[in-house]
Structures are given as C-alpha cells and as structure tokens.
C-alpha cells in the first residue's frame, strides 16, 4: 500500500456570507502526514470534506496523483475517513463494521472476516469482532473506526479530529498509534486538528490555515521556531512581545543585544517576539522585575513577570523553581543567546499585520 | 397505546427493594388508580358480552361475532387498507425526512409544520373536503379520462380514497416516531461514513439508515395501523364498510355482539402492539 499525492489547486468556497476557503494551495507529499492547524471556522474540516467528496468547491481543483476527482462522488474515492464523532453502524458489530466497505465491494465472506481479523489485531483489539459499539469505550471505536477507513487499503488516509472526543490519556496513547500504523503502511494522511499539540507531535508537516487560507506550511520544529507571520507565531505555542530597537541585523532587548533571525528590519522600534522557555528568570532583589502569577503544571511553572516598564512577560521555569520564585518574588529576567524573531512595533508601520493576531485568543498550551 | 401501561409497571417495580417504604406506597397507589380507569370499562364490556339476564354466563356472543354478516369482509378490509397506507406514508415520508436532515436543514420546520398540520384539522371538516372533490367526478369529469380515476378510487372492495385521507391523518404521527428515530442516531456521520467506504446513497439508506431506525418505523406503523383500524369518521361519510363502521352498524341490531367484536379488536390490537414492541426491543438488545 503506497500512498498517493494529494494536491489542493485554488480551491475557494463560501457558505453564504462566510468564506469557508479562499484560494488555498496546497500540495501533500505520498506517504506523508500533514496536519491542517487553524482556529475553529478557518476551513480546515472544509478542505478536507472537499477531498474526501462531501463538499464541493466553488472553484478550484482537488487533485490526486495528478488525477482530477473535484466530481468524482464521495464512493467513488480512494480515501479512507475518520470522523470526529464515533461513526460506527450501531446495528453492526465491529467485524461487520470494518467490513463494511468490503461487502460494498462484495468480497467473499471469508476473505471479509479474515481481513477484518487481520485488522483487529492490527489495532490491538483481536477479541472485540463480535461486539457491538455501544458495548466499547471512545477510544476503541474510534480504533476500530481507524481499522474500518484502512480495511480497503486506501491511498488517502482522512483524519477528522478523530481525537477530540477522547479524555487526554487516550488521545495520547491513541494518536502515537494513529502515528505508528501510518508509517507502517506508508499512506498519505491528512489530519484535521485545532490541538497545535497534536499537529506538531504527529505530523510530518503541519499546514496552518487562517480564514481559508494557508498562512505557513512547515516541520514542527519549523513552525514553532520561525512562524512565518504573526498570525503563526501567535497560534502555535505562545509568544512574548517585548520593545526592544533593531540596529544593523541586531536588536536590543532587555538591555541584551542578541542576533535577529531572519530578515532585520529597518532601523527603529520593534516588538521582539520571544517564547516563554526562552525567558531566564532568577530571582534578584535588584532585577527590577516581580513574579505576578505563578501557574504550577508539573514539569514546568508558567510565570507572569512584570518589568520595571510595566509590560507582563510569560516565562516557562522548571517545577521545581516554582518554589523560589513565588508570585511577589524581585527577579531578573534575561533572554537566551539566541537569534529572535522581529516584528513592526505594534503601534508603528506594523499595524496591518498586529490587527489579525491580536484577535485571535491566546491559544491554550497544555 | 396508554392501555400498556399497567402492563409495563409491574415490571419496573422489582427494582425498589431498599427505597425507603414511601414511594412504593405511592407507586402502588398510582399504579392502582390507572388500572381501575383502564381495566372497569373493558370488564364492564365484557362483562355485558358474556352476562344473558336469562341464561347467566354465556360466549354466545363471541361465537356469534365469526358467522356474523360481513365480519371477516370488513375486518379484512382494514387490515388491508392499514397495511397500504403504512407502506404509502412511509415511502412519501422517509425519504423526505433524511432528505431534510443531509441537504437542507433549513426546511426541517416548514416539513414539521405541514406533517403537524392534520392534527389541527378537525375530521369532519376533512371529510366535507373529500366528499366535495369526489362530487366533482359526475359534475364535471364525466368525458375526461379522470372520471375513471375518480371512480377507481372509490371502488367499495378497496376504496383507495381511504388511504389516501389515512396517509393524511396519518402524518403527523409518522413524522414524530421518525423524528425521534432519526434524532437517536447521526444520519449525516453515519451516511457519509458509508459513501467514504464505497456505498451508494440506495445503499445507505437501506442498509445504514433504515437498520438503525426499525423502532422508529415500528413505532410509525403501530400507530398508523391503530389509526386506521379505528377510523370511522371519514369512512362512515363516505359509505364504505370498514371494520369500525361494520361494529356500529350491527350495534344497531345485534348490541352484544358488537361490544363483544369491540373487545375482540382490542385483543387484535395488543396482539399488534406486543409484536412491534418486541421487534423494538430485539433490537435493542441486538445493537
């Protein structure tokens, strides 16, 4: 089983006055996992309704292997798709379930029961063939709903937030399994999400989309390191502000002056964007900063600091520094000799691309 | 439908073992009151089925219900004209309901509201209606070729009027059971999981959708064939011999043995009401 490459061309839609996708573009590589990230209503699940013949688009192409299916009916494809809510037939039981799509094809009944089988212990589930799926937990059906979109060895595999129903023990568990198996077998497989945790943990890729279009498509690491734009930096992971005054491919920061990474802007004020582990606090009764809040989170404690200038800055400690550095604690902050990120000061020439960011809600970092 | 209910409580009874004494003494009290206003009629009618003032105790007149004039034709008439109008109500509604929930939500009131409507139209005033059309016939059909149409569906053997005007009254009841069936499962995840994997919409509606809807339709059917076998409104206006029009007409001459055919189709309908109840809970059992 090979995967397939996936090419979305130019695809636009609109529902009513809302546009769901606006000229997106974006080529998905065979035997590749690439997540879609985006807030709710940025098109992400559209797009991917489109490949999977759901939706339509008004304009645009969805291409596979090179091949034009934008009208091709949804039974027609060569995708399997699983759904965010448990999509098993109630009235069949899991070995039915899984081969559903075989019996469509009419498949001899024993070459059905034995794929189905085979797909069982796939998933780790050998003993549940005869169960019904009321009879399992969330994360078991949508195993076996995983089992079900691979029983006819698609090239496409779709993921629809299939992990947003499960409690977060599973969804762990779960998603390094969707992982393992989609290596194993190699298929090209595109994962809706809105958990940037799961996008950067999983996929080979991660797509980020903004009102229907693509702001960045990158590695993990990538993504999270240099965000192409604001909207990015601000979505995945959470990202410090701070003033600071570029000069000649270096910025001054918090009376740093470290390397700026990628392109320098003009001379003049800038916003200095900085992650929150990158922030060295320690505690110093002449730093000129004070610890507001202290957020414990086991590994790590998640401080608000307030410099002398009155701007909050986040930063990651470890656990157990939370102890010393106890909301009312004077520390000195400092960054990390790193390269950074500059962005148009908010108030200055900048302000066409801060508007966008600020109006998206800090995303929640678990 | 509500005659079940002293049937079911005792059922639902056992599990009170425990509970502080006063709820059960309740439960009882309640569960009393609704046999009495259920049980003292029907004993009554039977009571005055069985009972000569000269020969005491007597079946007389349930032997007598079989031999009577034009029983099993009426009866028989019923059952059929039950049976067409649930597979007729059925086949206009279903499709439209899934319809209305996968392409176009937004017509899901305005199909409510014209489903409901009947309900809000007294019989009679429903009867005038037909009768006024079907005047039309002679009046003004004579020379086209509906003037046959006209008359083939009032043909006395199996007047299809009839199911047309149960179809109607039908809806409103149809549309609820499906509506609470299509509501228990999510027909939109459910059927595009099966157009993912290869099925055709014929497919999924009679191997995805109608499997896990078979209370829903049960409950649709039950309902329906418990309308029609007690109708007689519209088909008393009309003239034709239904079973419900057949009992009244022999009240007249024979009174026992038309309370005695009353309890007689009671049975007929409990007969009914437990085989749908248990094909519902066979599946629940099974799914």
């Not at chain 1, 797909?119 to 078991?140: A, K, W």
């Not at chain 2, 309890?263 to 094909?279: G, R």
Request: aromatic share 6%; charged share 15%.
């Amino acid at each position: 089983m090979n995967g397939a490459r996936v090419e979305f061309r130019g695809l636009r839609r609109r529902f009513g006055a809302t546009v769901a996708l606006d000229n997106l573009n974006l080529t998905v590589e065979p035997g590749e996992l690439i997540a879609l990230l985006g807030p709710s209503g940025c098109g992400k699940t559209t797009a991917l309704r489109c490949l999977a013949g759901f939706e339509h688009p008004d304009e645009g192409q969805v291409l596979v292997d090179g091949k034009d299916i934008t009208h091709v009916p949804a039974n027609r494809r060569d995708a399997g798709m699983v759904f965010q809510s448990y999509s098993l037939f109630p009235n069949l039981n899991i070995r039915d379930n899984i081969s559903f799509g075989m019996r469509v094809r009419k498949v001899a009944a024993a070459r059905r029961h034995e794929r189905a089988q085979e797909l069982l212990e796939l998933i780790g589930l050998p003993q549940i063939g005869g169960r019904y799926p009321h009879q399992l937990s969330g994360g078991q059906q949508q195993r076996v709903a995983l089992a079900r979109a691979i029983a006819l060895e698609p090239r496409v595999l779709l993921l629809d937030e299939p992990l947003s129903a499960l409690d977060a023990k599973v969804r762990v568990s779960l998603r390094e399994e969707i992982r393992r198996l989609q290596l194993s077998l190699g298929i090209t497989t595109i994962f809706v999400t809105h958990d940037q945790e799961e996008a950067l943990s999983m996929a080979d890729r991660v797509a980020v989309l903004r009102d229907g279009h693509l702001e960045q498509v990158a590695a993990p690491a990538t993504l999270y390191d240099r965000p192409a734009t604001p909207f990015v930096a601000e979505f995945v992971g959470t990202m410090n502000h701070i003033r600071g005054r570029a000069a000649d491919g270096r910025v001054t920061v918090l009376g740093q002056t470290l390397p700026v990474d990628g392109d320098a802007p003009a001379t003049g004020d800038v916003d200095v964007l900085v992650r929150p582990e990158t922030v060295l606090v320690t505690p110093d009764a002449d730093g000129g900063a004070m610890v507001m809040v202290s957020s414990f989170r086991g590994s790590i404690a998640r401080l608000t600091v307030q410099l002398a200038d009155g701007t909050e800055v986040l930063a990651d400690v470890p656990g157990h520094d939370s102890a010393r550095l106890a909301p009312g604690t004077p520390v000195r902050v400092a960054l990390v000799e790193r390269p950074v990120l500059v962005a148009p000061a908010a108030d200055g020439a900048g302000s066409q691309a801060r508007p966008a960011a600020v109006a998206v809600a800090e995303p929640d970092v678990v | 439908m509500a005659t079940v209910t002293p049937s079911v409580a005792p059922a639902a009874a056992p599990p009170a073992k425990g509970r502080p004494r006063r709820p059960r003494v309740w439960r009882g009290v309640v569960l009393v009151v609704a046999a009495l206003y259920f049980v003292v009629p029907l004993l009554a009618s039977f009571v005055f089925t069985v009972d000569d003032p000269s020969t005491g105790f007597t079946l007389d007149a349930y032997g007598q219900i079989f031999s009577a004039e034009g029983f099993g034709r009426s009866l028989l008439l019923s059952l059929g004209l039950g049976l067409v109008t649930i597979a007729l109500v059925l086949v206009l509604t279903l499709p439209a309901m899934i319809a209305v929930r996968l392409a176009a939500p937004r017509l899901r009131t305005p199909l409510e509201v014209v489903c409901t409507l009947p309900l809000v139209v007294p019989p009679i005033t429903f009867v005038a209606g037909i009768s006024t059309v079907l005047r039309w016939g002679p009046d003004y059909l004579a020379s086209t070729p509906f003037y046959q149409t006209i008359i083939a569906v009032q043909n006395p053997d199996f007047p299809l009027v009839l199911v047309f005007a149960y179809v109607v009254l039908a809806l409103p009841f149809v549309y609820r059971s499906l509506d609470a069936g299509l509501g228990a499962i999510d027909v939109r995840t459910l059927s595009e999981a099966a157009r993912n994997l290869g099925a055709s919409w014929p497919h999924v509606v009679f191997r995805v959708i109608i499997p896990n809807l078979r209370s829903g339709l049960a409950s649709a059917g039950f309902l329906t064939l418990a309308l029609v076998l007690g109708e007689f409104t519209i088909a008393q206006l009309l003239s034709f011999q239904t079973f419900p029009v057949w009992i009244y007409t022999i009240s007249g001459s024979q009174a026992q043995v038309s309370v005695a055919v009353s309890v007689f189709s009671l049975l007929i309908t409990w007969l009914l009401l437990l085989l749908l109840s248990s094909a519902g809970a066979r599946q629940r059992s099974g799914s």
